[in-house]
C-alpha cells in the first residue's frame, strides 16, 4: 500500500492549494516544501511582499502628493528603510505561517526538504523515499536572465534581490517593462529612486489593450519613471559603484548605455523543475521547459501531475490555485475544470490595471465582430474625491449578441472591480446584464456599469 494518497511537490499557491483541497476530499496528503516557510515564491519573495512595499510606498506617495489637497498639513514622513522592511516581512510571516496552520487543521503532512522523483509513484526527500498513488508537480517558476546579464542579486538583481535591498538607491535601471519590472520600479520611483525602464517592444505590458498600455505609460511617466522603448539589453557590466547597461535601440540599430547603482532584471519567468529527475523519467517538455501535460493534469507518466507556472499558461499566482483545486478534485474522482478564458491579469501599481477575456487587437486579428463600451473615470464622483480619475473601464462585446468578451481598466481598485466582470463572464452574461445590474453609489464599480450602459444606449455621466 502506497504511503500517501497523493503527495505534492512544492507549497507554493498550487502545491498547497491542491493538498488542502486533496485533504478535504478525503486523501491522504503530504507536501514536500525545501524552503524554511510555505507558500513559495508568491507568499516569501514575489507577490506578497511586492505588495507590502508597493502599499507603504502608495501611502507615503498620498502624504506627498494629496494629503496638503485634502487639508492635512504637517512634517512629511521620512521613510525608515530598516522598518519598511520589518513591516514587509511581518506580513510575509504572517502568511506563510496562516498556510502552516491550514496544513495541519486538514491534516497536510508537511514533508521538509527538496524532492526527486526516482521512479513513478515515488517521491525521495533526503534518504527517506515515500510512495504515492499519485504525484502532482507544483515547483513553480525562476527568473529567466539575459545572455550577458549575471544576477548576483545584490548590484544586478532579480525581483527577489529587489525585495530586500540593503538601502533605497540613488538609481536604478529595470530591464522589461512587465508587470515585475512596473510593480518593483513604482515601488523604488516613489521611494525617490531615479527609475529608468528600458522595453524590447515598442510598448510597455505587452499583450495588453494597448489603450490601457499608453494610458498606463503616461501615468507612470508622471509619476517620474522614465522608459527606453524599442532597445534590447545586450549586457551588464558591473563597474565599483553600481552598473553598466549595455543596448541596442532596434529602429536606429545604434548602442548606447546607462549607468545605475542597481539593476533589475525583470524579463520573464521559467519552469523551476532542475533537480527533480524529469528527464530520466521521460517527461515530455513542452516550449521554455514547460511541462506538458493532458486536459487533467496529468504528464505523459501515469500518475504524474503538473500544475501551475511549471505548465503552459499565464505564470500567475490565481492560476495555479484553479489548477491545484481542480487537479485535487480529478485525483478525488471529480471533474475538476478551470476556465482559462477566465483569468483576470492585474497589475498592483496606482492606478491599479486590470484585464479579462479577449483584448480589441485579439478580436481584430481573428476578425470577429465587437463593439467597445468605455467609461472614463473622470466621470465617477468616487474617483475624482480620491485623486484616481484619470483612467477608465473599456468592455468588450460580442456585436451581435451583446455577450462581455473582455474588459480593461485602468484606474482605482481595477484589481477588485474586474472580478464582477469574470462572474458574469462565466455565467455568460451579455453587456446588457451589467448595465442592467444596480450598482451603489457612489463607488467605483459604477464605471464597469457605465461602461456597459456605452456598449448600449450610451453611458448618463460621459
Ligand atoms: P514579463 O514577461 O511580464 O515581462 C518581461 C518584459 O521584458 C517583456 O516586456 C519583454 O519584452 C522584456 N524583455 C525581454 N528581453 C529583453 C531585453 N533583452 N531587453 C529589454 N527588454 C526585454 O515578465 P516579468 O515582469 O519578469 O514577470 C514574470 C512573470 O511573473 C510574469 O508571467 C508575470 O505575469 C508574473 N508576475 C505577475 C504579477 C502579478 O500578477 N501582479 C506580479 C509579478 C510577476
Redesign the pocket.
Known sequence: MADFDTIIIGAGPGGYVAAIRAAQLGQKVACVEGRDTLGGTCLNV??IP?KALLHATHMLHETQENFQKMGLIGTSPKVDWTKMQGYKDDVVQANTKGIEFLFKKNKVTWIRGWATIPAPGQVKVGEETHTAKAIVIATGSE?SS?PGVTVDEETVVT?TGALTLGRIPKSMVV???????L?MGSVYARLGTAVTV????DAIT?GMDAEVAKTFQRILTKQGLAFVLG???QSVTKARKGATVS?KVRKTDTEATLDAEIVLV????KPFTGGLGLEALGVETGPRGTVKTDAHWQTNIPGLYAIGDCVAG???AHKAEDEGMAVAEVLSGKHGHVNYGVIP????TTPEVANVGLTEEQLKAEGRAYKVGRFPFMGNARAKAVFQAEGFVKLIADAATDRILGCHIIGPGAGDLIHEVCVAMEFGAAAQDLALTSHAHPTWSEAVREAALACGDGAIHA
Open positions: 514575489g507577490c511586492s527568473a539575459l525581483s530591464i522589461g517593462a512587465g508587470v515585475i519590472g510593480e528600458i522595453e524590447y517592444l505587452p532597445a534590447a539589453v543596448y525583470a524579463t520573464g519567468r499565464p505564470m500567475l491579469g492585474v497589475i498592483y
